[in-house]
């Protein structure tokens, strides 16, 4: 009885032009994954290993510690030599971009060109990323040696 209730749904289905779901969803499936692996189909081509490489810094959002690493690499040629004889990048952080000068005047002198060199520094970019330039100065020399020290005035007879 179950039977030819069966076949009588199957034979009204065919009337009315239904397919077999299950089965051709199962065989276009198949299909779908034979022609996806055949070599020399379109899509299929290997991609630039430099289009790779952006789409990794892009997904981890490396771009723009790639960038100021890059610029700050090439340093000489982004400010040029004569003050790149006095100063050398120190790092980057949140737009602020650190620079450690040799002296006490070029500290001074870097400080005043800060705007000059932030724009060409933003030019080799082709944005603004460098939105603030801090200029350090020498550090002074540490008379301490050793991990211990003795509060006091420090060493009284070394300038006189």
């Not at 771009?63 to 100063?87: F, K, L, N, P, Y």
């Not at 100065?137 to 006091?152: E, H, I, L, Q």
């Amino acid at each position: 009885m179950a039977r030819d209730a069966m076949k009588r749904a199957r034979a009204s289905a065919r009337e009315r032009g239904a397919t077999r779901t299950t089965a051709g969803r199962a065989r276009r499936i198949k299909r779908e994954r034979r022609e996806s692996t055949q070599p020399f189909t379109p899509g299929r081509d290997p991609r630039p290993m430099s289009d790779a490489v952006d789409t990794l810094l892009h997904r981890m959002g490396w771009t723009e510690q790639v960038e100021v690493s890059s610029v700050t690499a090439r340093w000489r040629e982004v400010v040029g030599d004569h003050i790149a004889d006095h100063c050398e990048p120190m790092g980057f952080e949140e737009g602020s971009l650190t620079v450690r000068a040799s002296s006490t005047a070029w500290a001074t002198q870097l400080t005043l060109m800060s705007g000059q060199l932030r724009h060409r520094i933003n030019e080799e970019f082709g944005r603004e990323i460098v939105t603030r330039i801090t200029v350090v100065g020498p550090t002074a020399r540490s008379w301490v040696k050793g991990p211990r020290t003795v509060k006091g005035r420090g060493p009284r007879d070394t300038y006189g």
